[in-house]
């Protein structure tokens, strides 16, 4: 018998069930899929640690998450670059003064940057959607070059929605950086990729003697009333077994590629956001620098959610599906033993810091009561 069942054993199941186990708490994490580590996943393939469910970075400003992850790993220093292909160039995105440079002539992009920065501060990020609305000409040109060249069709791609039907947090992810540091995160403090991996961190998180591991294992196959309090870490809508409706979710497709030569391309990732259907292409053996001479390259190709065919990635955050989701939160008030978590459960875009300090929220909220 346990005391606790966790459902799911991603970043977000792993961090609750070692506080729990070492609180003393007896605790079984069970996965339906056959590893774990959830979309953090990674193995190494020809010397090469590929990343299973697309790139996976992590970043963070929040110093408690940082230290609770570095009980469990070293981080090797990945300063996370992206780029993009816009009019047969390769720019930085976030679009910046370095971008400014690559694409326009010495004069019209000096006019350029001059006017953003009488207008924002250096090192400050505005959001695509609010630099339309400038008045400025120059301002409101740049703002739809940006939007044109590197955010609608990327949008389009990436969501299957325009830009304007998406949640200003989905949307505002895409900011145009004031300035010249070509890193993505440029404002968190702690950056880095696992020196031996997601999969390794997460086998340490979850590796303690009150812990036991199932995967292969649904969460519909188990008895609940055995349990003290369930984590969830599954869809809130699968739980209810849909009904009110399902809530949506993007989906990607990987077609990996394994190539006899040192490097394929410039940097770990390059977005296309015009052509081709995929969005764009990793390339795995920058992200712990790995010195083989062959490379292995995902091809990204978004595609839409259905149930039983691929995996729920991304919420779509809309009125309406904040709306339902609102609606099976309030279900959840008649099970007071379940508590919902992470991405699936929370139904939120979290990237990994953001799973990990929820997790953390909920435990010491649970040991509160
Ligand atoms: C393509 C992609 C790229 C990303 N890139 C980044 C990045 O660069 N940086 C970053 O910080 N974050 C990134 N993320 C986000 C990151 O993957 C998530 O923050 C993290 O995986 C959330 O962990 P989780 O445990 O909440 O969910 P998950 O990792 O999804 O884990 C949930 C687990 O629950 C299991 N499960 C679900 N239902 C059941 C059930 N009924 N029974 C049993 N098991 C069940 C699933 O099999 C899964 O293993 C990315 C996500 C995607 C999809």
């Given amino acids: 018998m346990k005391d606790i069942l966790i459902v799911g054993a991603g970043i ?4 609750i069930a070692n506080k729990l186990a070492n609180a003393g708490k007896q605790v079984l994490v069970i996965d339906e899929k056959n590893h774990i580590a959830g979309n953090c996943y990674d193995k190494r393939e020809d010397g090469i640690m590929v990343h299973q469910y697309g790139a996976h970075i992590f970043h963070t400003s929040i110093k408690e998450v940082y230290d609770f992850l570095s009980q469990f790993t070293t981080f090797t220093d990945y300063q996370h670059q992206v780029k993009a292909v816009i009019q047969g160039k390769e720019v930085p995105v976030p679009f910046n003064f370095n971008s400014i440079d690559i694409l326009f002539d010495k004069n019209r992009a000096h006019e350029l940057k001059d006017k953003l920065l009488s207008h924002y501060n250096l090192d400050s990020k505005v959001p695509i959607l609010e630099l339309q609305n400038a008045e400025d000409k120059d301002l409101q040109f740049l703002a739809e070059f940006v939007y044109e060249n590197l955010f609608l069709h990327y949008t389009l791609k990436q969501w299957g929605l325009r830009p304007d039907e998406l949640d200003k947090s989905v949307s505002g992810r895409v900011p145009v950086y004031i300035g010249t540091d070509d890193r993505y995160f440029p404002w968190d403090a702690y950056q880095g990729i696992p020196s031996q991996g997601y999969t390794k961190m997460i086998e340490n998180i979850l590796n303690h003697e009150n812990i036991e591991i199932q995967l292969n294992t649904k969460f519909c196959n188990l008895n609940s009333d055995d349990y003290e309090h369930i984590f969830y870490a599954g869809t809130i809508d699968g739980f209810f077994d849909y009904k009110l409706g399902e809530l949506p979710y993007r989906s990607e497709r990987f077609e990996n590629q394994t190539i006899t030569k ?5 940097n770990s990732v390059i977005n296309y956001p015009n052509e081709h259907e995929y969005t ?9 620098n790995d010195k083989t001479d062959k490379t292995i390259i995902s091809y990204e190709y978004p595609e839409a959610y259905e149930l039983g065919k691929n995996d729920p990635y991304y919420p779509i955050i809309k009125e309406e599906t904040t709306k339902l989701y609102q609606a099976y939160l309030e279900q959840t008030k008649y099970l007071p033993y379940i508590t919902f978590i992470g991405r699936l459960g929370d139904y939120k875009y979290y990237d990994m810091d953001k799973a990990v300090n929820r997790a953390l929220e909920v435990f010491n909220l649970y040991q509160s009561q």
């Avoid at 977000?12 to 961090?15: E, Q």
């Avoid at 292409?281 to 920058?286: G, L, N, P, R, V």
């Fill in 262 to 266: 040192n490097y394929f391309q410039s």
């Fill in 280 to 288: 764009r292409i990793i390339e795995h053996k920058y992200f712990l």
């Fill in 12 to 15: 977000s199941g792993a961090t």
